[in-house]
């Protein structure tokens, strides 16, 4: 009787905070979000030309097959890997679309269906979340007013001097400083070069060599934040691409990698299974400790951890 009073007088005292450390696989969570990024694109490179992602999926697990929803265009995926549905559920039909076509099977208050953002800001209402991003589409879909911080910058076509690096630095300073709960940095250049040169072009594979570069960039700022032994980092994108465009049914358009590597995640690890690109927020909201609405299609992909 004394053992069990003295079990019960253990577990009072153990708090709500402690428990939802319990939840959690990681304290943070950190994006990487390439726009127009091909898994064919991966699997065509030499392991030398991109290091960072060849150490991540070495020291992660990972997939070149991860689906796109239809249609394999922008505003459509990045939807989905923000609000864990499908094309007909969330109505995004169109590459830039900012609302939905028809309306969404939820919505958040503000026109859209909840998304992590959604999710962590009414969960977790003093986590730090953060998203820079280069293409205002993004901000639309992944309701950006539930992050602490956002930031647009409008590099994308082209308008703007700013190198790779000072638009990726903009990220590092923000990972350092408020060491966030979540943060998505979003590029839009490898889709702007395909589009432009054509995918797998000399240039569009450059450019793959470019953001790998950032990648480290980004990997270096969460080391010199003290956060590196908890943290996930995700490297995720919304569709590939044929010729100069996308949008249509072919594999080329449709896969597209998906690399998680960090805190409790297997290591060498190639994901067997089919995932989707719903999947993404899915995985986000389980390392974190973050209950998802009933309506999510997205699986969390436990076969990742150890």
């Known amino acids: 009787m004394k053992k069990l009073c003295y079990l019960l007088m253990i577990l009072c005292c153990i708090s709500v905070t402690d428990l939802d450390a319990a939840k959690k696989k990681a304290k943070h969570v950190v994006m990487i979000g390439i726009d127009g990024w091909a898994a064919k694109a991966v699997r065509e490179a030499a392991p030398e030309d991109i290091p960072n992602i060849t150490y991540l999926m070495q020291h992660g697990s990972w997939t070149l097959s991860k689906r796109s929803v239809m249609p394999s265009a922008s505003a459509i995926n990045w939807a989905s890997m923000f609000n864990g549905l499908p094309t007909e559920m969330h109505g995004f039909d169109k590459w830039n679309s900012t609302k939905g076509t028809i309306p969404s099977t939820a919505d958040n208050g503000r026109g859209i269906p909840p998304t992590i953002y959604t999710l962590i800001r009414e969960q977790y209402p003093n986590a730090e979340t953060g998203i820079v991003y280069d293409w205002d589409g993004v901000g639309a879909v992944c309701d950006k007013e539930s992050a602490s911080f956002e930031k647009y910058i409008n ?20 990972i350092k400083e408020k060491k966030p709960f979540f943060f998505t940095l979003y590029y839009g250049i490898l889709d702007n070069t395909g589009h432009n040169k054509g995918w797998y072009t000399p240039e569009y594979m450059q450019v793959q060599k470019d953001l790998d570069r950032n990648i480290g960039i980004i990997i270096q700022a969460i080391k010199d934040a003290g956060i590196y032994d908890d943290t996930v980092i995700i490297l995720s994108s919304d569709h590939g691409g044929k010729g100069k465009g996308h949008g249509k049914f072919s594999l080329e358009e449709l896969e597209t990698p998906f690399i998680v590597c960090g805190r409790k995640v297997k290591q060498g690890y190639e994901i067997p299974l089919h995932m989707m690109q719903y999947d993404t927020p899915a995985v986000i909201a389980d390392i974190l400790g973050v209950k998802i609405p009933a309506d999510w299609r997205g699986h ?7």
Do not use: R, S
């Open 155 to 174: 590099t994308y076509h082209g308008n703007t001097d700013m190198t790779l690096e000072q638009y990726t630095e903009n990220g590092a300073v923000y």
């Open 300 to 306: 969390a992909f436990k076969q990742i951890y150890k």
